[in-house]
């Protein structure tokens, strides 16, 4: 599936293009630019669970996986769906069941919120916050889609999701101060 499918460039909204240029910015010394690109414009597939058979000498007489396929805010979620689903249609005994799966969405990098955030986070830390995307999920999108402006944002490391996940206390700090001083700044933005 990973080179049938996940070789397919995704088809993305041009209104999420200025995100993924500057999360490709961001990611770029990290990873390299031809990685940080290619990670939003195709499928992230990741075979996460694969279970099947009573014994290591004998055929499974079924077997059953969980694939994770992230993509990029501002792709058509069921396009994609039906693309792996004729993506496997001609693979005998392979059925599709289960699928659970969610639309992502992206606030405008130039919304009143986005550069609220932004600007308080490079007054406290006195650097420079880039607007990025991930390609995972996370609850701002149920609040987008119900028409409330919502961004995910928190200062740390690149440790997120590691087994030796931290924050340093003075980042912690810093989040807090972001957040209380937030409401203000993004009603300045409001009103300018």
Known sequence: MRERFGTQRLDIDPDVEAIIEESVEYYSPLMGEDVARNLFQYPSINLGVIEGGDAVNSVPQSARAEIDVRLTAGVH?????????????DC??????????????AEAPDSPLVEAVASMAATVTGERIFRRSAT??????????????AVEFALGT???HAPDEY???DVLVDNAVV??????????????
């Open 77 to 89: 979620t069921p396009d994609v769906l039906a693309g792996i689903r004729e993506c496997v249609a």
């Open 92 to 105: 005998e005994g392979i059925t599709i069941a289960d699928v659970s799966w969610s639309v992502g969405t």
């Open 136 to 149: 995972g999920g996370g609850d701002t999108k149920k609040l987008r889609n119900a028409g409330i402006p």
């Open 158 to 160: 690149d440790t997120v």
């Open 167 to 169: 924050v340093p206390i």
């Open 179 to 192: 957040y209380a001083q937030l409401p203000e700044a993004w009603q300045l933005q409001l009103n300018q």
